[in-house]
Structures are given as structure tokens and as C-alpha cells.
């Protein structure tokens, strides 16, 4: 018996869908489209999360895919008991404990939609869901236990919408930096 020379009716849609879905539907090497990246995080930040510069322990290593293992934000040391402040103004949007480590959210004022959303970790909350809250003020403070991290230490998050984003973006140069320049003497050089 001849095989059949033509496509079923369906498939044919299928293909032509296919072959003129035009460049938005893959690239021509085939490869899958990009994803659409976050917007750029803007310097909002007014204060580190812990008074002066705290070491940060673990930085931010960001999964390969959603539901990756990864480092979704970064861990600054920290002494039990020592205050958490808000980075930058915003809202408190959730102050509880999540799988038994007290957790703040802020959200935060002026940085686009969805906004920016800071997130700090063991933290013995001081503040409720819903207040407003400036840049420098305290959240609450770090608990001694709950961690992840060898020694005591906070969590520090950033997102926007579902995306996770590099908390240490959100700082400006001048508090990552560790303050101004310092002229020192040369020596052995005559004065002109």
C-alpha cells in the first residue's frame, strides 16, 4: 500500500503556526528567548541593615533557575541582640516568623512597580505590618539563634515581584566603599 502524501488538517495548522510565528517565538539558532530582565535596582539605600559596616559572610549567589539551589540574598555578621535598621523609608509589609525565624518585610517608597522589597532575617521585630518606616530606623534586633550561618548573622534579601536581586546593589558607592579617600604623604619625593 502507497503511504499517504499529505498532512492531517490539524497538523498542517500546527506546522504553518510554527514556520511564521516570525523572530519573537525563538531565535533563528533555535535557542530559547531570553528572559526579560529585572529592572535596575536604583542606589535607594540610606544605611547598611546593622550599625557601621558589618562583614558580610556570604555574599549573594543567585540560582540558575527559579527553583535552583542558590544564595537569594547575603549574610552579614552580627552581634545577638544588636539592632536592625531599614535600609531605606518604606512599609512594613510583613513582620512575623516564618519556619520559626522572626522575618521583616519592607517595602519600599519610590523605587517603581512592583517596589523593591527588603527582607531581614532572624530578627526579634520591633515594628508591626503596615507602619511606615525611615531609612535608619529600627526594625527590631537580631536574634541569637535561627540562622543559617555558622555564627550569628542576618539575612539580608532584596526582590522585586518574584525576581530576587542583589541586596548590595541597593547601597550607593560611597557606603560600599567604606567613606573618603584618605590622602597620605609620599615620601622621598622632593617638594617642587
Not at 75 to 91: I, K, M, N, T, W
Not at 136 to 148: A, D, F, I, M, Q
Request: with cysteine; hydrophobic share 40%; proline share 16%.
Amino acid at each position: 500500500m502507497r503511504a499517504k502524501r499529505y498532512l492531517h488538517p490539524v497538523r498542517a495548522v500546527l506546522l504553518g503556526l510554527l514556520l511564521t510565528a516570525g523572530p519573537s517565538a525563538r531565535p533563528a539558532d533555535g535557542a530559547p528567548p531570553p528572559a526579560p530582565t529585572a529592572a535596575p535596582v536604583p542606589p535607594a539605600g540610606r544605611t547598611w541593615p546593622l550599625p557601621g559596616r558589618p562583614a558580610v559572610l556570604r555574599a549573594w549567589d543567585p540560582p540558575p533557575t527559579p527553583y535552583a539551589r542558590g544564595h537569594r540574598g547575603v549574610d552579614l555578621a552580627a552581634q545577638p541582640s544588636a539592632p536592625v535598621l531599614a535600609v531605606a523609608a518604606g512599609r512594613v509589609t510583613f513582620a512575623g516568623r516564618v519556619a520559626g525565624r522572626g522575618v521583616i518585610s519592607v517595602d519600599l517608597r519610590g523605587t517603581g512597580e512592583p517596589p523593591l522589597r527588603t527582607t531581614y532575617e532572624p530578627v526579634r521585630a520591633s515594628v508591626r505590618k503596615g507602619d511606615e518606616v525611615a531609612a535608619g530606623e529600627v526594625l527590631g534586633t537580631v536574634e541569637p539563634t535561627g540562622s543559617h550561618c555558622p555564627v550569628t548573622c542576618v539575612h539580608w534579601g532584596l526582590r522585586r515581584g518574584g525576581t530576587y536581586l542583589d541586596p548590595l546593589s541597593l547601597l550607593p558607592p560611597w557606603l560600599l566603599n567604606g567613606g573618603p579617600s584618605v590622602l597620605l604623604p609620599v615620601l622621598g619625593v622632593p617638594q617642587p
